[in-house]
């Protein structure tokens, strides 16, 4: 959500290629932006390189914007299934999915639940307190 009116017109202009400094065919709205398109777009040597694929960039918030669009930046990743988890101790909970056995148990009626969370539900609906 943009915050003010001249933010939603700077925002507007971008999309209909408005703006007073040109290249290629495309027009920026300030030499800041003009500057950091031709050395992205049109000079080199690019000294950022992304160490996934090899693809170089002119400024590092380029390269940072490639690799965190190229992969989800601080997930793990389950080894069995594939799935991308925020963090290990998400992971760890994940790979209990994976377990023939069911990990969680009910301290008051003791069901077993394969999942944290269902256990969870089971508590808060079966169990008020």
């Known amino acids: 959500m943009?915050?003010?009116?001249?933010?939603l017109l700077r925002h507007t202009r971008r999309h209909a290629n408005l703006g007073n400094y040109y290249c290629c065919g495309?027009?920026?709205?300030?030499?800041?932006?003009?500057?950091?398109?031709?050395a992205s777009k049109h000079e080199g040597p690019k000294s950022h390189v992304c160490i996934k694929c090899g693809?170089?960039?002119a400024d590092k918030y380029l390269l940072a914007?490639?690799?965190?669009?190229?992969?989800?930046?601080?997930?793990v990743k389950c080894d069995e299934c594939g799935?991308?988890?925020r963090s290990a101790s998400d992971l760890?909970?994940?790979?209990?999915?994976?377990?023939?056995?069911?990990?969680?148990?009910?301290?008051e009626c003791f069901k077993t639940y394969k999942h944290k969370t269902n256990l969870s539900r089971h508590v808060r609906t079966s169990h008020k307190s």
Do not use: N
């Open 26 to 38: 495309k027009a920026f709205q300030d030499a800041y932006h003009l500057r950091r398109h031709r």
């Open 55 to 57: 693809r170089s960039f």
């Open 65 to 75: 914007a490639h690799e965190k669009s190229e992969t989800k930046q601080g997930y």
């Open 2 to 7: 943009l915050q003010t009116r001249a933010g």
């Open 83 to 85: 799935l991308e988890v």
């Open 92 to 107: 760890t909970e994940h790979v209990k999915t994976h377990l023939p056995e069911k990990c969680y148990r009910c301290e």
